[in-house]
């Protein structure tokens, strides 16, 4: 997944979001969209054909190669969540070593409850 790499040292200012497993309580981190290229977020050949399909579908594909189902009511039983606070020992290691050494600290910079770290720019 070097394209993500290259996105997030190219464009700091992404913000990662995160999706938790409502069964099994792993947190995955959303593959980034690139705002550098609208309604194009990875060229073609970069991504599987499967996971391009479940992009049109609705699914929310994750660093690691796990395709999340967004359920706004959870009325799916294996459905999935956006959060943007968790527990770290709920991170997906895999999306972890995804996100290379240089931006693993990114993925914890949005957890902490009732903190707010952001200048407001
Ligand atoms: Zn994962």
């Given at each position: ?18 999706i938790r497993h409502r069964v099994s309580g792993t947190v ?30 609705g699914q929310t ?7 999340a189902y967004k359920s706004m009511d959870g009325t799916r039983r294996s459905s999935d969540e956006m959060v ?38």
């Amino acid at each position: 997944m070097t394209a993500v790499r290259e996105l997030l040292t190219r464009r700091g200012d992404i913000e990662l979001k995160f999706i938790r497993h409502r069964v099994s309580g792993t947190v995955h981190v959303v593959v980034p969209d690139d705002p550098d290229k609208q309604g194009e977020v990875f060229r073609i050949g970069e991504v599987p054909a499967d996971a391009q399909l479940a992009m049109a579908s609705g699914q929310t594909p994750t660093l690691c190669g796990y395709l999340a189902y967004k359920s706004m009511d959870g009325t799916r039983r294996s459905s999935d969540e956006m959060v943007s606070e968790f527990d770290d020992a709920h991170l997906c290691a895999r999306c972890w070593r995804a996100l290379g050494p240089e931006h693993q600290a990114r993925a914890f910079e949005y957890h902490q409850p009732s903190t707010m770290l952001r200048s407001g720019t």
